[in-house]
Structures are given as C-alpha cells and as structure tokens.
C-alpha cells in the first residue's frame, strides 16, 4: 500500500465553522507533512511532523491546529478561517524527516471557505 | 520562500516531441527533486538527483544537474498525453526554525496534445 489517503475530498465551510481534515498512511512513514496550495501557485509547506513530534511549524496562523494521533494519522483542525484561506490542502508522507526522500502525496482537501 | 524557478511557465507539444523543462535556484544545494502533479490532485515524485550526480534516467524521463549554474533540467522522451500536467522541481532549504525543509518552484504546465 503506498497511498496517502485525505478526507473529505471536498470541503466548504464558514467562517465561524469547526472542521478537520484528515490524513491517513499505512506505509510505516515516520515523518507526515501538511502543504497548502493556492491556485497556480506551487505548494507551500505549513507542518512537518517526525515521529509524531511537531518539528517544524512554517509561522503558520493558529486558526490551523495539526495534530498526530499515531504514526499513521495526521489531522489538521480548522477554526475561524478567512476566506484567503481557500486552497489545495496537501497531506505527504516520507520514510523519515529528510529532504532527500521520496515524498507521498495524497490527493489532497480542496476548501472553500465562505 | 521560494528557491527554484521553472522555465518555461507553459508548455504545449504535440505527441511523441520531447518536453524539456528547466529549473534554476539560488543557493547551493544537497538534492533536487522532480515532481509531477495532474491538474487539481497530488504530487507524484519523478526522480531525486543529487549534488554530485550530473545525469539519472528513469524511464522516458533524463534529469541533469549543473551545480555551477544552479540549474537543473527535466527531458521527457516520446511525450504522450497522458504526461500532461505540472511539473516541479523541489530544493533542499532551510525552515524559519533551521531544520531542513523542501521548497517547491512555480512549476511549469506541460500540455501535450494528442
């Protein structure tokens, strides 16, 4: 199994919603990662986690919460976003926290926001 | 911030012509990294070429480095169109914390027609 499998697909939400996205791997990777992507424009990483640890956290608004239940679940709670926010989410997995791995993708949550 | 940027922004063939793209950056790096994206969906990695690598063939695909340049260049061979899509290059860069992060260009649009 090398899929990264995101739900929902698609998501439109309000301003005032509570929502998450979800992120799910079974491929033993030790390092997940949110990208977002607006469009025409190339992905933008938001939150590396490795070993279910947030390592890096790219100065991203607290309105977007990551959490990692396991090591093969990542999430990303929404609250209270504004409607710039609207994008591709892209979840990725790799074998570990390098750069000089092979990164998975999934097909990503494309959100409104209204 | 960004680190690499494709050239060009658009590209449109016909089937069985050759694609080249090409990706320059700005500082020095460890790894370059090819990636493909169909319209609207995830990435899907290509190749990873090293700093002291100059040539890596995968299939149809030729990727080349020239570290004194700063650039790199993706050749795909007998273009279908089922290669329609974008294409990526990603650099090793560093995260505003000082971990290692990978930085995705602007991309360039391959269009190939049938």
């Known amino acids: 199994d090398t899929e990264v499998t995101q739900t929902p697909k698609h998501l439109v939400m309000g301003m005032t919603n509570k929502k998450s996205l979800k992120c799910e791997q079974h491929m033993g990777h030790r390092a997940m990662y949110w990208y977002k992507q607006k469009a025409k424009k190339p992905p933008e990483l938001m939150f590396v986690y490795s070993y279910e640890k947030l390592s890096i956290n790219e100065s991203v608004p607290s309105r977007f919460s990551p959490e990692c239940p396991n090591s093969s679940l990542l999430n990303l709670h929404l609250h209270a976003l504004q409607p710039e926010d609207s994008a591709l989410y892209l979840c990725?997995?790799?074998?570990?926290?390098?750069?000089?791995?092979?990164?998975?993708f999934g097909q990503g949550t494309r959100l409104t926001v209204v | 911030s960004q680190q690499g940027e494709e050239d060009p922004q658009a590209l449109s063939i016909q089937e069985g012509e050759n694609a080249t793209m090409n990706c320059s950056y700005k500082?020095?790096?460890?790894?370059l990294q090819w990636y493909r994206q169909n319209s609207g969906r995830g990435l899907v990695h290509l190749i990873l070429i090293r700093s002291n690598e100059r040539e890596k063939h995968s299939g149809r695909l030729r990727v080349t480095l020239d570290t004194s340049k700063k650039s790199s260049s993706l050749l795909i061979t007998a273009s279908r169109a089922a290669d329609t899509a974008s294409y990526f290059c990603a650099t090793d860069a560093f995260s505003q914390g000082g971990s290692e992060k990978l930085v995705f260009g602007k991309g360039t649009k391959l269009t190939v027609n049938p």
């Open positions: 990725a997995s790799s074998h570990i926290d390098r750069v000089d791995t092979e990164a998975f």
């Open positions: 500082t020095s790096i460890n790894n």
